[in-house]
């Protein structure tokens, strides 16, 4: 019998599954976010490809717990069949198919054809190996070779890796997708193979900026006490709702409504003293905290108030860690916290500085950047448009989980062009 082709043995994986649930639980502490709740579900139906991320060599275990009614059959590198015979019997016990990574054959496609012929789950993790010192690899095809033979369902699959007993792991399952709805798989070329490829890391991305928005995005009640006094602030602004008669711009037209769900950093220009105000009234629906300078909270009762009303002081003469800290945990609750990264009220139309604090919170806070950019009317009876950018992932712009100081300088350089495109927006607009 050949490496491929060798069957699970199915008593070791039902004993495997039913011993395993609850250590599974207390280490793993699994939580399950959806893409779409209302139609999904863990219970994968008929056959279909469990496309997954790597974080770590107990992806597997996860997986194969998680999904209890399933046999997730994995595709496995050869090297992890080496290491002894009674673990290289354990893996092909469990439903691992054998790829050899070094000579290129296509056993493996085969195999995994014959099981989602017979209704079965075959598992991929298409970046073939563990990341290497935070950096990750890209898709290799062997996916797409499969997919491309069948009519089986892709089901994408996010896990953060955050696996440890003083840790909770976070999976986020994804919709369906259907290659040949997207693309001829019909004798397909290199090239062509190649696409679908980068399409189906697009759609990991777009799952993983999911899962970070819903976790983010947190449970927060309508009415409670400890928010009062916010709640009481945004209460006395709603008159500006008419004062300004907000005209609201997008980037991307698509995103209408999008932008602001879970954390967020808003980042803006800087014109006035209007400008908090302003924006509140443009996103008068969420508890928005503002990142506040020092000169402001200093002051007694300008202090106190401002502090009621959500904002954060941070001393901009010093490197102010707490401030940073407070912020980012904001963010974590899935709160907005507004910034202006120009460091103060800047007159000035054009913007051509920023400074990188706002970067590092988001970093930190793994949340999108929002730019927004906005110009006090000439009168006061005139009103007030804003256009809003499209949001900045900077986790996707950095080369290691610590991001360097080109990649900071990178991550300035977009961030500033963004602003800029709002900016070009807005002079374009009536």
Same mark, same amino acid.
């Given at each position: ?34 893409? @779409? ?15 997954? @991320? ?65 209704g079965g789950l075959v598992g991929v993790f298409p970046q073939g190996r563990l990341p290497v010192e935070g950096k990750t690899f890209p ?9 491309? *033979? ?11 890796? @955050? ?104 980042v803006s220009n800087h014109t006035s003293f209007e400008d908090p105000i302003f924006i509140n009234s443009l996103f008068w629906y969420r ?25 954060? *002081?941070?001393?901009? @003469? ?113």
């Open positions: 019998m050949s490496k491929t082709n060798r069957k699970p043995n199915y008593l070791l994986l039902g004993f495997t599954k039913l011993t395993g649930w609850l250590p599974t639980w207390v280490f793993f502490k699994p939580k399950l976010y959806y893409e @779409n709740k209302k139609k999904q579900s863990r219970n994968i139906r008929g056959a279909a490809i469990l496309m997954s @991320n790597h974080t770590s060599l107990l992806d597997f275990v996860l997986y194969l717990l998680l999904f209890w009614d399933r046999v997730p059959r994995f595709l496995m590198a050869e090297v992890l069949f080496t290491k002894n015979k009674i673990f290289t019997w354990l893996l092909y016990s469990l439903g691992g198919i054998y790829v050899n990574r070094e000579n290129v054959g296509f056993g493996f496609v085969s195999k995994s054809l014959e099981i989602l012929d017979k898709y290799k095809p062997g996916i797409v070779l499969i997919a491309s *033979r069948t009519k089986a369902p892709i089901i994408p699959v996010y896990t953060d890796g @955050n696996y440890g007993l003083k840790k909770r792991a976070h999976v986020m399952i994804g919709e369906p997708i259907y290659l040949h709805d997207h693309f001829d798989c019909t004798d397909a070329s290199k090239e062509e193979i190649q696409q679908m490829t980068d399409f189906l890391s697009g759609k990991m991305d777009a799952l993983k900026h999911e899962l970070e928005r819903q976790m983010t995005q947190g449970s927060h009640p309508a009415v409670h006490p400890k928010h009062l006094p916010m709640d009481m602030a945004r209460f006395c602004l709603l008159p500006t709702q008419i004062k300004y008669r907000t005209r609201k711009y997008y980037l991307d037209p698509e995103a209408k409504g999008k932008h602001l769900k879970g954390g967020a950093l808003i508890r928005l905290y503002f990142l506040t300078g020092e000169v402001l909270m200093d002051k007694k009762l300008w202090g106190r108030l401002l502090k009621w009303a959500g904002c954060i *002081r941070i001393d901009r @003469n010093i490197s102010d860690i707490e401030s940073i800290r407070t912020c980012v945990n904001k963010l974590k609750q899935g709160y907005p916290l507004v910034m202006f990264p120009q460091g103060g009220i800047k007159r000035e139309q054009d913007v051509e500085e920023i400074k990188t604090g706002a970067i590092l919170i988001a970093l930190q806070a793994k949340v999108p950047i929002l730019p927004i950019y906005s110009e006090k009317p000439k009168k006061w009876y005139q009103r007030r448009k804003a256009v809003i950018g499209e949001p900045l992932f900077c986790s996707e712009h950095c080369s290691k989980k610590m991001p360097s100081m080109a990649d900071m300088e990178h991550l300035s350089k977009l961030l500033l062009e963004q602003i800029q495109a709002c900016e070009k927006e807005y002079w374009a607009k009536p």
